[in-house]
């Protein structure tokens, strides 16, 4: 590295803090642990939340994950907390309700990492200016008391103000609601933060390979340390299963019998230029070609536009976008806007995957259950899936629950409407240092604060879930990953095979993200 300017010393970073996140300081307190009383396996929304629901009650809590945290649909999310607003059209009031209500919570107990955001939609004709303004009108009074915004209706000349590039043809008003917004990577660093600072422990790259038993009932895991390749065994005295998409797979290696109960659904969203969507103003679309809507949001000084609802049999850890779906969200954004999206203006596209609940005489994914769901096998092992974002708390909740009944626990009272999640923007500030790339803001001290406290080891941890990049702009991300992987290189002591293997594995997976040309 002859030449190079990546000296540690620059970063002013804090080498020790109550808020660090320390791989081995977690596989120190997993090795000393005899009996858990409750393991947790998968590492996104609901898995992290139930880890800090069952630690808050005081069980010994751990909570593994096989790749990194949110790696699946937990990162691929449209970046919204909200009620559902499709839900209403289907009747599904409590859903809705439920869903509003937890909003609330999340944006008061993660307040520097989440905000409100106003919509509009747009109505074409005075039929759907009455019927979607009052529709809305009845989202917000389901929130009751957590109202975060009344809904207006708005004539035309007010929408085209605030949404120059809407498209004015037959255009006749609007309705503005209000939503909440986040990064959903960044809330699952702080659910990990906050689980391990009450007593909670957290691993990521740790896979849970084999269950053990004793009189037909779960008591224990083999898991495997993928950095490391090396095996532990845990004894615990109930075990969920929080793996998402992949909760069939875990189920059948516990019974190898076990009936699918998921429904994998695809979701897709592109990525592209505020030049092309300039409002502050979230887009919703009421109706799309396959009767379903769409949103464009502001995100990072990039718009995300979406998504679709696309059955699939293939679950997979990178899910790719069709050609089919790409094409969907490009024809229907340019529908509402005066704007001619092409493929070429995607700046990248990522691609997640529903666990919808099964259900019978039901042939489309988007009229599927989004409400969860929690199995207890004769075995003992306690499944969630379902659910969405939003709600992570809630489903975290009831599966713990569940769980304290299953394994015999003690009842001891859910506590996480009250407790303050740790937020990336309260962790830490830092002296000026060189950008990684020189059209986005993210430093070189966030690549070892990463590193350091938010336990990144590889790669691909760190340009795609701890920073962003790879979900804002692929271009941009391959530019930035020689130097972003020295720097991690350097930190954790790797050696330049180790270099050269995550400098292609990330180019690999990054050209994933970008559609075919």
Request: proline residues 3%.
């Amino acid at each position: 590295m002859a030449g190079s300017k990546l000296s540690m010393h620059r970063f002013l970073l804090p080498l020790s803090h109550n808020n660090t996140v320390n791989r081995e300081k977690q596989w120190l307190a997993l090795n000393e642990t005899p009996v858990w009383d409750i393991v947790i396996i998968g590492g996104g929304a609901t898995g992290l939340g139930a880890a800090l629901d069952a630690a808050s009650r005081g069980f010994k809590t751990l909570c593994v994950e096989k790749t990194d945290f949110s790696k699946g649909t937990s990162s691929r999310s449209t970046k919204l907390i909200h009620g559902g607003v499709r839900y209403l059209e289907q009747g599904n009031f409590n859903m809705v309700k439920s869903a509003l209500h937890e909003r609330w919570f999340l944006l008061k107990n993660a307040r520097l990492a989440t905000k409100k955001i106003p919509f509009i939609l747009p109505t074409y004709t005075w039929w759907q200016y009455i019927y979607y303004g009052f529709g809305l009108m009845l989202y917000d009074f389901l929130s009751g008391k957590f109202s975060i915004g009344k809904t207006r209706f708005l004539n035309k000349a007010t929408v085209i103000s605030l949404i120059l590039e809407i498209n004015r043809t037959s255009l006749k008003g609007g309705i503005q609601y209000f939503d909440g917004q986040f990064d959903d990577s960044q809330i699952c660093i702080s659910l990990v933060k906050t689980a391990i600072s009450r007593g909670a422990t957290v691993i990521n790259h740790l896979s849970a390979e084999e269950f053990i038993y004793k009189n037909g009932t779960i008591t224990g895991i083999h898991l495997r340390d993928k950095l490391q390749d090396q095996v532990v065994t845990v004894t615990s005295k109930v075990v969920i299963n929080a793996t998402g998409v992949f909760a069939d797979e875990l189920m059948k290696k516990d019974n190898r019998l076990h009936h699918n109960i998921v429904t994998p659904s695809q979701g897709i969203h592109i990525v592209v230029d505020r030049r092309h969507y300039t409002a502050e103003d979230a887009l919703l679309i009421p109706k799309t070609t396959d009767g379903r809507i769409l949103f464009a949001v502001p995100w990072h000084d990039k718009v995300v536009i979406g998504t679709t609802d696309t059955k699939t049999q293939t679950i997979t850890e990178e899910p790719m976008a069709s050609e089919d779906e790409i094409k969907f969200v490009l024809d229907n954004f340019n529908r509402y806007t005066n704007h001619h999206l092409t493929k070429a203006d995607i700046k990248s596209v990522f691609t997640g995957l529903r666990p919808l609940v099964k259900m019978k005489d039901i042939q489309s994914t988007a009229d599927l259950v989004r409400d969860h769901t929690i199995v207890v096998s004769e075995s003992g092992l306690v499944t969630v899936t379902g659910g969405k974002w939003t709600t992570y708390r809630k489903m975290a909740r009831d599966v713990v629950n569940k769980a304290m009944r299953t394994g015999g626990l003690p009842f001891r009272r859910c506590k996480t409407k009250r407790i303050k999640l740790w937020t990336h923007n309260n962790d830490h500030t830092f002296s000026t240092s060189p950008q990684i790339h020189p059209e986005y803001d993210f430093t070189e001290a966030d690549v070892v604060y990463a590193v350091r406290h938010q336990m990144a080891s590889t790669l691909e941890d760190v340009l795609a879930r701890r920073i962003r990049l790879l979900f804002l702009d692929v271009e941009a991300a391959l530019s930035a990953a020689p130097r972003t992987c020295r720097l991690i290189q350097l930190e954790l002591g790797k050696d330049e095979v180790w270099y050269q293997n995550q400098l292609t594995q990330f180019s690999l997976l990054a050209k994933q993200y970008l559609p075919t040309l």
